[in-house]
């Protein structure tokens, strides 16, 4: 349940990217890139040693990837330790990883594990079912101190140690997303003596894992440097590399600013970032020194979210409307370059339940017209907004934090296209949103983002289920409500994926989203690496990667 | 003398209370929750699922379910103690936060100070004393340029030229003296160009005094006037703002050090904001207040060295 941060947190300025980024590239001569979506990045023959200096967008500020959300923890907790399972980013199919096989029980309330045998942490504990265990009594430990993994152990009843190799997890209710939930770093397995530590000497560094490499030292502000293990022997499945990795060292560092981390790219100070700016890929694509690698998430497509209980939009033909009267393309080109791919349904395409409902996502100004018009906005006003029979004009606003950002651009933008068919979008931006639960927003339109390589991503934001979360709190539509909950009761990838394309036409037909683009992590990558690769949804496995001196 | 100290103390004593307690109260009227941030909650952000009474122990302890009130003296009576707890966001103590972040600041605002001093003179002496009365104003209107251009674009300015291009310096970090030059410059420009202006018009200002003319009279030169007569006096004003302009340097920090990715003080600040990370907030708070008033206080004792005429009246007036 990983969530992009949508507007980016507030920054002490924006820096024109692309003007910083031009200078540096400019020995570029225009030849051939290798950009594109492909999970990893050109490479001949790996070489041995060396370290990769890679720049991150933010602090983690922890790297316990347990305790904290935020993809830049999650990421380093890759690199420190493994999960029981990994997932297929194509695919979306979950594989054997520390578990060399399971078995679900029918009502998907237990799962049971079988371990490999031949792996340690990095402080010499062999990994078993009793390290398993304590994991997740840790996370019950910790509760809203993990609050990604404990909801995804939510209804935990106990684990089972059948045998030394072999964990039993047990749920009051049905929990069918836990599967892929064990694919995830929040459920990243730590040492059994890491589990008793105080949590908060974790995040700063006290911590052993069974990944591929170690925590040589993690600087607040500056940077995390990944040591290599060199006994390392059970590689994710989707590495080529199975031992140990090619690199000494990783040297992350922190580089908060956009067009400072293109600049230190194309300028040789660092060999590979994070989070390139869409406005500076077209430059970066131009430099043969240098290729771009865009990872699709798999999330939801960056919605606008029509509020249920606003009296504009209860009605939904009005809801409708608003998705008819956007031209995404059109935003996509002008407010990212581009880059990102325009929504083709409630899912991105690298979800495993994506169901493609482009056809319902074209732009149609003139049937919004009509269905504004049978839904009672008959008149225009002199300033161009409908009106209805009470007179109360289609007004219709939008609260967000962070002004000069693309996604503020976006709104603008949605702002003169919503005139064309008669709505008056207002936009109000803020300090800090509201502390609210989803159904007393006193707004009518907001954005939302949430990335998840499991259809569960569905219930999650579209049910009525969770008050922070899901769009539909306190209004629920008990049809998709329903299906939503049956994604929790089977495993069987079709069936959940049969239940998901209804849930998601649903979600369309009555507007409870209007999805716009999908986000790509997209990395610049020096062509002295070779072998970079990123997981299901964006991290970087360094496992496979080397670096030519 | 020393009485005036100690009643400059105790002003101190009262601004710094007043500074904590406002930051204290603005930290509490300003929307946002410290745990909905730390547990990812809120439009945008990750978000995670979480169950109310599990949010209600996280509450708990950090002490944030206590009534404000409470809160408020609990904070006084640390401060005084210079205990301000953890951090929210990584659980570290705060003065172990702050004590390895200073010695970068510190280094970052010595240098930008000095040459922001160096230079800012410089251009106020050639503005006065350079023969020729266009290079006069050609330094008068570069200081303008100083004063005008902000910190962060000549930042990038001078990372983009001689960092990425021509690669004499590093564009980020904190090793060594090379990847201090280009943020101590970008924060010192503005401030040189404040400093040039204020003492240059204070030594213009100073050159058409009666005493300069008698100076003048008997036979001084144009640098020994400048020097020994005019700057004496001129000098007033400009020790007030380099008093200010330590907290400049502290504002501005949090820039640079964003920009060129430094680890320090400035970052700390950035971070503990957007975090509401009330204890780190609240440290930082009481340093920079603590710093101004004993800066000003040293400036304020400086004077009668430098003018005579300023005495510190030591009897209660």
Known sequence: ?549 | MRGYVVRRLVHGAFVLWAAVTLSFAVLHLVPGDPVSIMLGQGEGADVSNVSAAQVEALRASLGLDRPLPLQYLSYLWNAVHLDFGQSYSTGEPVTTMIARALPATVSLALLSLLIAVATGVGAAIAATLLPWAPARSLFLSTTVVGVSVPSFWIAILLIQLLSFRLGWFPAVGNDGLTSLVLPAVSLAIPTAGVLAQVLGKSIRTALGEPYILTARAKGAGRLRILLRHAIRNASIPTMTMIGMMVGGVLAGATITETIFARQGVGRITVDAINAHDFPVIQALVFFAGGLYVLVNLVVDLVYPKVDPRIVVRTAMA
């Open chain 1, 1 to 549: 349940m990983h969530i992009r941060s949508f507007r980016p947190r507030w920054r002490v300025l924006i820096v024109p990217a692309a003007v910083l980024s031009l200078a540096a590239a400019s020995c570029g001569t225009g030849s051939q890139n290798t950009s594109g979506d492909a999970r990893s990045a050109s490479a001949t023959e790996p070489v041995r040693g060396g370290t990769l200096k890679y720049a991150l967008a933010s602090d983690p500020e922890c790297v316990d990837p347990q305790q904290k959300p935020q993809i830049s923890v999650r990421m380093i907790g890759r690199q420190l330790t493994d999960s029981l399972t990994e997932q297929d980013p194509e695919t979306g199919e979950i594989l054997p990883w520390l578990a060399t096989s399971w078995e679900v029980s029918e009502d998907a309330r237990r799962f049971t594990f079988h371990l490999r045998k031949d792996v340690t942490f990095s402080d010499g504990t062999p990994f078993d079912a009793e390290a398993v265990k304590a994991n997740f009594e840790r996370i019950l430990r910790l509760g809203a101190g993990a609050p990604q993994a404990i909801g995804f152990i939510a209804g935990y009843k106990g684990t089972t140690i059948v045998d030394k190799y072999t964990a039993e997890v047990d749920f009051e209710k049905p929990n069918a997303q836990f599967l892929q939930a064990s694919a995830t770093q929040s459920l990243g397995i730590l040492s059994p003596k890491t589990v008793t530590k105080d949590p908060k000497a974790v995040c700063l560094g006290d911590i052993s894992g069974t990944g591929p490499f170690t925590l040589e030292r993690y600087t607040p502000q500056q940077g995390v440097v990944l040591k290599r293990r060199d006994d390392y022997a059970w590689a994710s499945p989707l590495a080529k590399n199975k031992g140990a990795a090619y690199l000494d060292r990783v040297d992350l560092r922190i580089i908060p600013e956009n067009g400072v981390r293109t600049g230190s790219l194309s300028s040789g100070q660092v060999d590979a970032i994070e989070t390139v700016p869409t406005a500076d890929v077209a430059t970066l694509e131009k430099n043969p020194g240098f290729s771009l690698l865009s990872a699709p998430l798999p999330a939801i497509s960056i919605p606008y979210i029509p509020h249920v209980y606003s009296p504009r939009l209860r009605d939904a033909r009005v809801r409708r409307a608003l998705s008819l009267g956007l031209n995404r393309q059109e935003i996509v080109n002008a407010i990212y370059a581009g880059v990102y791919p325009v929504a083709t349904g409630v899912l991105t395409k690298a979800n495993p339940g994506y169901a493609n409902l482009g056809d319902n996502l074209s732009y149609d100004p003139d049937q919004a017209v009509r269905l504004l018009e049978e839904a009672g906005w008959t008149k225009v006003g002199k300033d161009g907004i409908r009106v209805n029979a009470k007179g109360e004009r289609l007004s219709l606003e939008i609260q967000y934090v962070g002004t000069g950002t693309p996604a503020e651009q976006m709104h603008q933008l949605v702002q003169q296209q919503w005139k064309k068919i008669g709505v008056d979008f207002v936009l109000k931006p803020q300090k800090q949103l509201p502390d609210l639960t989803r159904d007393k927003l006193p707004y009518d339109i907001s954005t939302w983002s949430q990335t998840r390589g499991d259809v569960d991503v569905l219930r999650t934001v579209y049910s009525s289920f969770f008050s922070n979360m899901s769009m539909l709190y306190g209004h629920p539509d008990k049809a998709l409500d329903q299906l939503l909950t049956g994604l929790q009761t089977t495993i069987d990838t079709q069936h959940r994926n049969e239940i998901a394309a209804k849930a998601q036409a649903r979600i369309l037909d009555q507007g409870y989203a209007i999805p716009v683009y999908d986000l790509l992590a997209i990395f610049g990558i020096s062509k002295r690496v070779g072998g970079f690769k990123v997981d299901t949804d964006g991290k970087p496995i360094f496992n496979d990667a080397w670096k030519r001196s």
